[in-house]
């Protein structure tokens, strides 16, 4: 069966960085792209970008351009997000989820991680 | 990008009772694509429904979706305990894909 399965709980300072994983298994890794979404506490879901696991590329929301980057390490099926100059406002779970469909262009997300919580302050 | 409002903000049923969410966008959601997940505290986000209207696997038929355009309607016809949690569209026609901010139903 298809799980994601993602990286503890963060505790960070404003300014520093956090690298969360999502480990896939059941499916073939490089078929699907991986998304990432978030929920600020109280806040519903935020889409902030793709990545596709074959070659690498990647799609950011225009909010985290140049403030995130979206990885694998395809020989151990994973993801990778990594988000910068982390602010308090960045405080949320974070979520990795398997593309529906292995197509181009924008899709539903069919299987999801169980989210990772990031927490910023001093 | 297109914006998704949902209504209402906080539904509260009994179990057994219909069920009936809206999702309205601010410009035409291309061929339908429009998903709809329900979403439990401490859990993953579960797809329900995908194409506007066809019900990803596993799900109970008791969940239906419909519209087209700028209006989609999800609906539970009765509803089981275990459906009380936050409901949420998705708009992914066109990038970036875009997600409304949730309908909380609630036991009454």
């Known amino acids: 069966q298809v799980q994601l399965v993602q990286s503890g709980a963060e505790v960070k300072e404003p300014g520093a960085s956090v690298k969360v994983s999502c480990e896939a298994s059941?499916?073939?890794?490089?078929?699907?792209?991986i998304y990432w979404v978030r929920q600020a506490t109280g806040q519903g879901l935020e889409w902030m970008g793709w990545?596709?696991?074959?070659?690498?590329?990647?799609g950011y929301v225009q909010k985290f351009q140049g403030r995130v980057a979206m990885t694998r390490d395809a020989s151990i099926s994973t993801a990778y997000m990594e988000l910068y100059s982390l602010r308090s406002d960045d405080t949320a779970v974070y979520y990795c989820a398997r593309k529906g469909v292995a197509v181009p262009g924008p899709y539903y997300s069919d299987y999801w991680g169980q989210g990772t919580l990031v927490a910023v302050s001093s | 990008e297109i914006v998704l409002r949902q209504s209402p903000g906080t539904l509260s049923l009994s179990p057994g009772e219909r069920a009936t969410l809206s999702c309205r966008a601010s410009q035409s959601v291309s061929s339908s694509n429009l998903a709809w997940y329900q979403h439990k505290s401490g859990q993953a986000p579960r797809l329900l429904i995908y194409?506007?209207?066809s019900r990803a696997t596993g799900i109970p038929d008791r969940f239906s979706g419909s519209g087209s355009g700028t209006d989609f309607t999800l609906t539970i016809s009765r509803l089981e305990p275990e459906d009380f949690a936050v409901y949420y569209c998705?708009?992914?026609?066109?990038?970036?894909?875009?997600f409304g901010q949730g309908t909380k139903l609630e036991i009454k």
């Open positions: 194409g506007a209207s």
């Open positions: 998705q708009q992914y026609g066109s990038s970036p894909p875009t």
């Open positions: 990545m596709n696991p074959n070659s690498g590329n990647t």
């Open positions: 059941g499916y073939t890794f490089t078929n699907y792209d």
